[in-house]
């Protein structure tokens, strides 16, 4: 059955830009999530605004930084001298399956309303790939993010890092490969009063291959994770400390991933422990789960179940036997 379905889906591979597998009605191709449904408004980024494209670093950050709604399409490979700040109502959207970010990453700090997609964003030196800082209503989507997981946990950072009060965040068919820390969710114990009350965030139909941890972590929050397919995940992949909650469901794991789920509060040595090499002892978070798991040979450890029973929106869940060729076929660039 599953081989069938495999051989199918591949076969439409060379369709999928055209007619994306949202049309299928396998899947959501368009924003979905906290992204859209929250009270304050769906993320639209520059829709309204005039159309640019660029092709190198100034021209990229005058664009990111004008005031009022704009659409910046990006072409080629640009190495940024230092850290991209998108302002509000943006919206950067690769061109073709070409479009590369290197040298600095991208800031989404202060701000509200932006949307990433169809970019590679790679070997991001001293700091995440992106960081969503005290900002609201972001949609990372179709995106890919890698580096050189050789090189441990702190030689690269975050990739895609969502700290300091940020809320109704979704982040959807990125491909994330080859890098050690994925995404963080509160970066520090010690912000609960900032925090609390905010982080909600949707993780649903990214790729993740050969990582280390923080698939994604999170601290005083909520995430709804769902229909993510792990491969060789190597330590700790959903893991839920300082009250944080998260609802998983209809996510696939394979390969070498160790630990699929956890609200234990103990930061592992192999994460980036900040006091003790021996690990960070923080207190538990919360789990839920939905629709069935496919956890593969990964454990599980639940501490505590919490009240994030349902998804508050609607959303397409894709069946658990498609989860790997749908996520497959559609995640990552040149997909859009
Ligand atoms: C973003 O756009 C909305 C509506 O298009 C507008 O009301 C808002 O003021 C803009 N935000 C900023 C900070 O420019
Ligand atoms: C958070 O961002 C808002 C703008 O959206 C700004 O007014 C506020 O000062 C920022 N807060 C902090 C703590 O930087
Ligand atoms: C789950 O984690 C807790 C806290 O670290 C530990 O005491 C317990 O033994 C673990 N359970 C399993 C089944 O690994």
Redesign the pocket.
């Known amino acids: 059955m599953r081989l069938n379905l495999v051989t199918i889906l591949s076969a439409l591979a060379p369709l999928a830009a055209a007619s994306p597998l949202g049309s299928l009605g396998l899947a959501s191709w368009d924003v979905e999530g906290f992204a859209k449904d929250n009270p304050i408004g769906a993320t639209t980024g520059g829709k309204g605004g005039s159309t640019v494209t660029v092709d190198n670093a100034a021209d990229l950050q005058a664009a990111a930084a004008v005031d009022g709604p704009k659409i910046i399409r990006v072409k080629g490979e640009i190495t940024l001298p230092a850290r991209l700040k998108i302002s509000p109502n943006k919206s950067i959207i690769g061109v073709g399956s070409s479009a590369h970010i290197t040298g600095k990453g991208l800031d989404v700090v202060d701000s509200t309303n932006v949307i990433i997609r169809n970019l590679k964003i790679s070997f991001i030196e001293d700091n995440d790939c992106i960081t969503i800082r005290n900002s609201t209503r972001v949609w990372v989507d179709h995106n890919e993010f890698t580096s050189d997981i050789t090189k441990g946990p702190d030689f690269y950072d975050g990739q895609v890092d969502i700290i300091r009060g940020s809320d109704w965040v979704t982040v959807s068919w990125n491909y994330f490969h080859d890098h050690w820390k994925s995404s963080l969710i509160g970066n520090d114990p010690s912000f609960r009063d900032i925090d609390s009350n905010h982080l909600h965030v949707t993780y649903h139909h990214n790729y993740w291959r050969n990582m280390g941890t923080r698939g994604p972590a999170g601290r005083f929050g909520h995430q709804h994770i769902y229909n993510n397919l792990y491969v060789d995940f190597l330590y700790q992949a959903i893991h839920s400390r300082s009250d944080n909650q998260v609802l998983v469901e209809g996510n696939v794991f394979r390969g070498k991933t160790r630990e699929a789920l ?5 930061v592992i040595p192999d994460d980036s422990p900040n006091t003790c090499t021996c690990g960070d002892e923080e207190l ?1 978070g919360y789990a839920n789960l939905g629709a069935r798991n496919d956890w593969g040979k990964a ?1 599980v ?1 639940i ?1 505590q179940v919490g009240t994030f029973k349902k998804a508050p929106y609607k959303f397409k869940l894709t069946p658990l036997l498609l989860v790997e060729p749908v996520v497959k076929l559609g995640a990552g660039i040149g997909k859009i």
């Open positions: 956890s609200s234990y509060g103990l538990d454990t450890n501490t």
